[in-house]
């Protein structure tokens, strides 16, 4: 079976379908799963106290925000080179979960902030990376907004995708550059020592949550953008016909 | 010769037209007609190579074009809707420039002026043109470089009768040193032994 | 090789010919610097401290500024297509290109950036550095700002966007640039971070003209 059976709308969109289910199915377990494992049997950090708990969900967006926007220029790159369908598609559709996640982890880092910096934001190398990521993703789905043709913005889309990929290590190595040599004494640094066990469980049932609830979502939002082309489809042949 | 066989257009999802084949021997002019949204325009940029064709194959004396899009594009000349006249240049830099960096120097810029009738503007800045001067410098490219393959669609717009007999005079010198000639018109050019290519609404 | 030169030679002329659009950059770039001592004070110390900050950012905002020049006006009027049908390969063009637009922006803040860096009382040590690190600086600017003027150009009234698109990608400069100065400044080796400008400028020579020349044809399919 090659992948342009897949390529075919209706065979993927029933393949979609049932693993959305499995996948929307296994993301609600293991999320309930892992909040019990963060916010109940995780013990509260000696220092941060139950502060600590932002991080079961802070680490696991972060994580997210970039594993999505890898995910993006995979698929961009797919779709160039291979121009498959589904690959721009797809591009599209994990741009707003994947800034939904880095949003996620921005807000979430500030609320850990406040308690462990007394401020909410500082200019750590990381949250600054991040909110850089923040601004691509803005971008990229700026570009796809902008562009009334669907296949000229895809393609666009796509170029950005993989400029915007080039350039993440760049910026995260300049922004590490900049901080190290505008380090303030004060900040703590958020990876301590070994993580203990009792929460790195937590930490990766959580992180695979998001995982499938990503993946949940990814296929619904390709779903509903094959209907929307197909609805698009109709009209143009009913106008013309 | 120049040919195209099953070429097929897209235009945002949606076929303009497929299966279309052509071939103009060397010397020989095809005038595209159709209603407007056939796809001429889409034709002639295809054949430009600015366009992908969805299905499809070009040839040039039976090679693949696109296996070396750049050395079509040396031998082409396209005239689109848009002329390409800098206001700031005048019409004889206009002109020029171009012909410059198609790599053919500034010799035939003043035949290509005289051509048009419009070597009395050659100092002019292009800003000062009506809009039928500008077309005929747009035109007068065509001279000043020599290409074997002309593109040309709708020139004749906001061209007055003399612009028009210009351009068929023009059209004929290149046919007679075995140009060839790929035109879209509404209008009837006045060329001998045209082929007629017949583009229909999807 | 020389029909490149014919285009920025070209280039060139229109910008010359068309001269107030081409200082426009250059005078955004004294009125930015100029705000900064009305906003944070016309204390000496204060202005020399961010002075490398302030010249560098605003070197950013009016290169971004002046990108939409780039190809804008030869996409409307045609004359893009002719470049990319001109036969040469169009990451060529597109290198001529912004090989012109950098004489006409980047060169310009490049020489009226000492007399700003006077104007904010910046410690003498740093001068060299700052006109190094725009020297080596600037070019990277329209090279990145190329892809994105580029992918805009279908856009109407695509400021905005363009400005979301590069700003992003600037920030290494951005970094690499100041730490130069900021390093000189504080009498340390400057060396490692021209260093480090001067890859990012060499690693965008080949890449920004061929991501931006995809862009191109794009926009003209």
């Known amino acids: 079976m090659s992948m342009h059976y897949f390529a075919n709308p209706t065979h993927f969109t029933r393949l979609a379908g049932r693993i959305q289910q499995w996948a929307g199915g296994l993301a609600a377990g293991l999320l309930i799963a892992g909040l019990y494992l963060a916010l109940v049997v995780a013990p509260a950090d000696y220092q941060q106290g139950e502060t600590v708990r932002i991080m079961f969900v802070h680490v696991p967006s972060a994580w997210m925000a970039l594993f999505c926007y890898s995910f993006l220029a995979v698929a961009s790159a797919v779709a160039l080179i291979w121009k498959h369908p589904l690959a721009d598609m797809a591009a599209k559709a994990s741009a707003p979960i994947g800034a939904g996640f880095t949003f996620l982890a921005l807000v979430t880092g500030s609320l850990w902030g406040k308690p462990m910096w007394g401020t909410w934001w500082v200019w750590d190398a990381r949250l600054t990376s991040v909110l850089i990521l923040f601004f691509l993703y803005l971008g990229y789905m700026a570009l796809w907004q902008a562009i009334e043709d669907s296949q000229k913005a895809a393609k666009a889309a796509a170029v950005l995708a993989l400029v915007g990929a080039v350039n993440v290590p760049i910026i995260k190595f300049s922004v590490d550059w900049w901080n190290t040599l505008h380090q303030p004494a004060s900040v703590l640094r958020m990876d301590g020592p070994a993580i203990h066990p009792s929460m790195l469980w937590p930490l990766l049932v959580m992180a695979l949550a998001f995982k499938a609830y990503f993946v949940t979502l990814l296929l619904a939002r390709m779903r509903m953008e094959l209907n929307l082309r197909r609805i698009r489809a109709l009209r143009l042949a009913d106008r013309t016909s | 010769m120049f040919q195209g066989q099953g070429i097929a257009c897209d235009r945002g999802e949606r076929r303009i037209f497929s299966d279309l084949d052509f071939s103009i021997a060397p010397g020989g002019a095809m005038v595209l007609r159709g209603p407007n949204g056939s796809g001429k325009t889409s034709l002639l940029r295809i054949a430009a190579t600015l366009l992908g064709a969805a299905d499809g194959r070009l040839l040039w004396n039976g090679s693949e074009i696109l296996a070396d899009i750049e050395k079509h594009r040396t031998r082409l000349h396209f005239v689109g809707h ?18 410059d960096i198609r790599g053919a120097g500034d010799r035939c810029v003043d035949a290509a002026l005289a051509a048009f009738e419009i070597s009395h503007l050659a100092d002019t800045p292009a800003q000062y043109l009506s809009a039928g001067q500008h077309r005929r410098v747009a035109l007068a490219r065509l001279v000043a470089s020599p290409a074997a393959l002309w593109l040309l669609d709708e020139p004749t717009v906001s061209l007055d009768a003399e612009g028009t007999a210009c351009l068929r005079r023009v059209i004929a010198d290149h046919r007679a040193a075995r140009g060839i000639v790929m035109a879209a018109t509404h209008i009837d050019l006045g060329l001998d032994d045209v082929e007629l290519l017949h583009l229909k609404l999807p | 090789m020389k029909p490149l030169i014919s285009i920025i030679a070209r280039d060139l002329r229109l910008a010359v010919r068309q001269g107030g659009a ?33 010249l560098w950012v605003a070197a950013l905002l009016a290169a971004m500024l002046s990108l939409d020049r780039l190809f804008q006006s030869d996409f409307e009027d045609g004359s893009l297509e002719q470049l990319v049908l001109s036969g040469l390969p169009v990451g060529g063009v597109v290198l001529a290109k912004i090989i012109a637009h950098w004489m006409t922006t980047g060169f310009p803040l490049l020489l009226a950036a000492p007399f700003l860096a006077v104007l904010l009382n910046m410690n003498g040590e740093g001068f060299t550095a700052l006109m190094l690190t725009m020297l080596i600086g600037t070019p990277a600017l329209s090279l990145i700002g190329a892809i994105g003027a580029a992918l805009t150009l279908t856009v109407r009234r695509g400021g905005v966007l363009l400005s979301l698109l590069v700003l992003p990608l600037y920030i290494p400069v951005l970094i690499f640039g100041v730490s130069a100065i900021d390093a000189a400044v ?16 060499v690693a965008c020579l080949p890449l920004c003209p061929w991501a931006a020349a995809a862009a191109v044809k794009l926009s003209l399919d």
Do not use: Y
């Open chain 2, 82 to 99: 848009q002329d390409a006249v800098k206001g700031a240049l005048s019409v004889w830099e206009n002109v020029a420039v171009w012909a």
């Open chain 3, 22 to 54: 081409t200082l426009l950059a250059l005078v955004f770039f004294v009125l930015t610097v100029t705000l900064f001592p009305l906003g944070v004070g016309p204390e000496p110390a204060i202005l020399a401290r961010i002075a490398p900050g302030v």
């Open chain 3, 186 to 201: 504080h009498g340390l080796n400057a060396k490692p971070h021209l260093l480090l400008l001067a890859a990012l400028t």
